[in-house]
């Protein structure tokens, strides 16, 4: 198996807001999803850092933006997990605020690795980021998570009838099935990561 270059993330701090990120410059991949989509789980097997970052039974634990290094130049943002109800409202309304104004805003951002679970139909935050990226021109990769439990079959219904709905919905992400469990689609979205790390700069908005 090849040397894997997420591999060499490393968490470098977790921001409330977007100007305690990091510097603005050089590239960063975001991974976005609801709170149960296995965005945790599935950072931890893209870098192959079990523990890089946080999972829980308790969906929505993570609260903040945390950002991983790959090097000085590159990095991967764990945004907060959309959907945490028992998170005050004026909570949910702050990381509403944030997670637009860090897609709007960051110069460095060069796509978004978007998470949901492959058993159910996209809720309404999974629609509202594929439209959105696709508006701005912002490369977007969808991971349909879980894939492990249903059946081969099911899986290929599930990912063509999402490709279908992208179709009829001009969204122009690209998307895959996944699972953190038995390893399907790890790589292949790896070389998306690493492929939307050396992307071209996003145009200003």
Known sequence: MSANP????????????????PDDVGAEVAFAGRSNAGKSSALNTLTGRNGLARTSKTPGRTQLMVAFELDESTRLIDLPGYGYAKVPEAMREHWR??????????????????????????????????????????????????????????????VEAVRKLARQQGWSATMQAF???????????????????????RPAL
């Open 6 to 21: 997420l591999q060499r993330a490393e968490f470098v701090l977790a921001a409330h807001r977007i100007h305690q990120l």
């Open 179 to 201: 699972s953190s469990h038995d390893g399907t689609g790890v790589e292949s979205a790896r070389e998306t990561v690493l492929g939307l790390l050396a992307g071209e700069p």
């Open 97 to 158: 605020h944030e997670i637009d104004a860090y897609l709007h805003r960051r110069r460095s951002l060069r796509g978004v690795v978007l998470l949901a679970d492959i058993r159910h139909e996209l809720k309404e935050f999974d629609r509202t980021m594929l439209t959105f990226c696709h508006e701005i021109g912002l490369p977007c990769h969808l991971l349909l998570t879980k894939s492990d439990k249903l059946s081969r079959g099911a899986v290929a219904k599930s």
